[in-house]
């Protein structure tokens, strides 16, 4: 990938984490907070990952597109399993409302794409996103989450989507 492009597409990513200057910060969210953000960053790899098999001809771009919607999907029902143990409600908040936001962009953007060019944008956002809300899970939100089955949670998740992260640079390598 190309230097200029992969800052682009990183700092794309990050944006659509961390969202622009708010007084916020992600490390002030409590744990409903945190599964709230968690779960719509899911819902939203699961939105990318359903227009990729829209769109996609790439049986590699498919057969990720397809893992991220079976994982994803994995992760999301171990949490609202956990949550209704618990009997809690995850919290809406300002980083969830930015994700949902720039995520809208960013499908409206993907969408007009086909071919290679819808391929390589998608496996280079899945790279993005996924350095960014792993460093975000890894170096925020699990030393801030006060419950000890949310962080065994949230740890578990960890692997699943540092593996992701993984698969998501083998595409990229795959498609340049």
């Given at each position: 990938m190309k230097i200029h492009t992969f800052v682009a597409t990183a700092g794309i990513a990050v944006f659509a984490v961390f969202g622009s200057a708010h007084a916020e910060s992600p490390a002030d969210l409590n744990d409903l907070e945190i599964a709230h953000v968690a779960y719509t960053a899911d819902n939203i790899d699961i939105r990318y990952a359903h227009l990729a098999l829209a769109l996609s001809e790439s049986s590699e771009v498919r057969e990720f597109a397809?893992?991220?919607i079976r994982d994803h999907n994995a992760v999301n029902g171990q949490a609202l399993a956990l949550l209704e143990k618990l009997g809690a409600q995850p919290q809406d908040n300002f980083l969830s409302q930015q994700?949902?936001?720039?995520?809208?962009?960013?499908v409206n953007e993907m969408s007009a794409l086909r071919g290679a060019d819808f391929d390589k944008r998608y496996a280079e956002n899945e790279l993005a996103y996924h350095q960014a809300v792993n460093d975000l899970v890894e170096n925020t939100f699990i030393p801030n989450i006060d419950n000890g089955e949310v962080k065994d949670?949230?740890?578990?998740?960890?692997?699943?989507?540092m593996a992701h992260e993984n698969h998501a640079q083998a595409v990229v390598n795959s498609l340049n």
């Open positions: 397809a893992t991220m994700l949902i936001a720039n995520s809208i962009e960013l949670l949230f740890g578990a998740g960890l692997e699943i989507f």
